[in-house]
C-alpha cells in the first residue's frame, strides 16, 4: 500500500537551518502535491507539480519524474513553519494518495 | 463562500449511534472530495463526486458509510452504527474543475470520536 514515502518522518530544526523533506514513490502520477498541515488546521496547497520546479517565498519544490523522487526545501526556516508537511500523488481527477507526513518543528 | 466549510468542527457519538457531517465547498467548484484522517497518519480518500455525481466510492470503509450531494454544492457524508474504529477527522476538499493540477482546497474538518 506505500505508494508514497516520506523522510524523515521527524525532523526538528533550528531558525534560520535550510530544511529538505523527500519524497519517493512507486507509481505513475500525473502531478506531485505538497501540503502543509497546522496541529488542529486544515490543510493548505502549497505546490503543485509535474515537472521541474516552483518557488514560492522561502519555499522550493522540485520533482524528478524519471527517479519518481520530489523534494520540498524550506529556506531560512522559522518557528511558524512548524507544522506538518504532506507529499500527495494526484491520481485522476485531482483524487490524492497521501504520504504519512513529516512532523518539522523549528525552534528559535 | 470564502473557503470549504465543514459542520460540525467535533463530534463526539456512542457507538451505534448514526452521524451526519456536512461539507460547504467553496461556491462554484465542481468536485467534492471525502478522505478521513486517523490520529498520527495521512488522510486517506473515500469518495469523490463530481457535481452531483458520485464517481468513485472505492474509499468508503464499509456499506455504514454514504455520502450524498444531491445539488451538486453541499454535500453530507453519513456513518449508521458508528464504530470506536470510525473515530478520525473527516475532511473534505473542493477544486474548481477537478484537474490533475488544479489547487485543491481543504475544510477544517471534523472530529469525530465514537465512545
Known amino acids: 500500500k506505500n505508494e508514497v514515502e516520506q523522510s524523515p518522518q521527524n525532523l526538528t530544526a533550528q531558525e534560520g537551518e535550510f530544511i529538505t523533506i523527500n519524497c519517493s514513490y512507486s507509481?505513475?502520477?500525473?502531478?506531485l502535491h505538497w501540503l502543509q498541515q497546522h496541529p488542529g488546521g486544515g490543510i493548505v496547497s502549497l505546490f503543485m507539480?509535474?515537472?521541474g520546479k516552483k518557488k514560492h517565498g522561502r519555499l522550493i519544490a522540485t520533482i524528478n519524474i524519471q527517479e519518481k523522487h520530489s523534494s520540498l526545501h524550506i529556506t531560512a526556516s522559522h518557528p511558524r513553519d512548524s507544522a506538518v508537511y504532506i507529499c500527495?500523488?494526484?491520481?485522476?481527477?485531482?483524487?490524492?494518495?497521501f504520504g504519512a507526513g513529516t512532523i518539522l518543528r523549528v525552534k528559535s | 463562500g470564502a473557503g470549504v466549510s465543514q459542520s460540525p468542527r467535533y463530534k463526539v457519538a456512542k457507538r451505534g449511534q448514526d452521524v451526519a457531517l456536512r461539507c460547504d465547498p467553496i461556491?462554484?467548484?465542481?468536485?467534492l472530495f471525502w478522505y478521513q484522517q486517523a490520529l498520527g497518519q495521512g488522510p486517506e480518500f473515500l469518495t469523490y463526486?463530481?457535481?452531483?455525481?458520485?464517481?468513485?466510492k472505492s474509499g468508503l470503509p464499509s456499506d455504514r458509510f454514504f455520502a450524498e450531494r444531491p445539488e451538486g454544492s453541499v454535500s453530507t457524508l453519513k456513518i449508521q452504527r458508528t464504530q470506536q474504529e470510525d473515530s478520525a477527522v473527516y475532511l473534505c476538499?473542493?477544486?474548481?474543475?477537478?484537474?490533475?493540477?488544479?489547487?485543491?482546497?481543504f475544510g477544517s474538518g471534523t472530529q469525530l470520536s465514537v465512545l
Open positions: 461556491s462554484g467548484h465542481v468536485s
Open positions: 463526486f463530481q457535481n452531483e455525481a458520485q464517481l468513485d
Open positions: 507539480l509535474s515537472s
Open positions: 476538499a473542493s477544486s474548481l474543475l477537478g484537474g490533475l493540477e488544479e489547487k485543491l482546497f
Open positions: 507509481v505513475g502520477i500525473s502531478a
Open positions: 500527495a500523488l494526484g491520481e485522476y481527477g485531482n483524487k490524492l494518495v
